[in-house]
């Protein structure tokens, strides 16, 4: 059974803390892995990784592939209030247009 | 501007009514999926429709139904048969080869 997995589920840090999310999973015929920030609403993309060992990086965030040990990090360096948010992972199989979504790793910034 | 509408916003049901939630894209996109969210959990898929007259069924379809009939629009039906149908929904959109959904706002339905 295809399968995505955060961790934490839950974390709460200080401002200016860095932290770093897990995403590990078991897709059968792995396209792709997808990273999303959740605050209220609609999910909103982060990064796409499809190549093992190549960072993606966005200001504060980044992230890396290891399609070796099926898994992703998304690290958050100096962390603010506005990082608050559901951290939601997606794997893409390269067959037929459907997702796997993790649960989520739930952020909490305090100042 | 191009994007994925949802509505309503917020919806409340009685127990025992179907309702029908919404879901619109200007967008062009053939791919259209709608996910059901928990508190503390994540996205669990509903239906997925890849064309237009076609659809899928995702991991918890028992309850639900969907159509197909134009490209643009993908509602959801919240039938009495979903027992436990208070939850936020989210639709989604996705051009083929591409493997990036873009998101409604979501529909949060609780059941009084």
């Known amino acids: 059974e295809d399968k995505v997995v955060q961790s934490p589920l839950s974390l709460v840090v200080h401002e200016g803390d860095t932290v770093t999310l897990n995403c590990s999973y078991e897709?059968?015929?792995?396209?792709?892995l997808l990273w999303y920030k959740q605050e209220k609403k609609a999910p909103t993309f982060l990064f796409m990784l499809t190549s093992s060992g190549i960072e993606k990086k966005s200001g504060r965030l980044s992230s890396i592939l290891d399609k070796k040990e099926l898994s992703s990090i998304l690290n958050i360096t100096a962390t603010q209030t506005g990082d608050s948010a559901i951290y939601l992972c997606a794997v893409a199989p390269n067959t037929g247009n459907q997702f796997y979504f993790g649960t989520g790793t739930s952020l909490t910034v305090i100042p | 501007d191009g994007g994925i509408t949802q509505s309503p916003k917020y919806l409340f049901r009685k127990e025992g009514q179907n309702v029908t939630l919404s879901c619109e894209q200007n967008?062009?996109?053939?791919?259209m999926y709608w996910y059901r969210q928990d508190p503390g959990q994540g996205l669990r898929l509903i239906y997925y429709s890849q064309i237009v007259n076609d659809f899928q069924k995702g991991d918890i379809a028992e309850g639900y139904s969907v159509s197909r009939e134009k490209k643009e629009s993908f509602p959801l039906t919240v039938t009495s048969a979903q027992k436990n149908p208070t939850a936020f929904y989210l639709c989604?959109?996705?051009?083929?080869?591409?493997?990036?959904?873009?998101f409604g706002p979501g529909t949060r339905l609780t059941v009084l």
């Open positions: 897709v059968t015929n792995f396209r792709s």
């Open positions: 967008l062009n996109h053939d791919a």
């Open positions: 989604a959109s996705k051009v083929p080869g591409n493997n990036e959904q873009f």
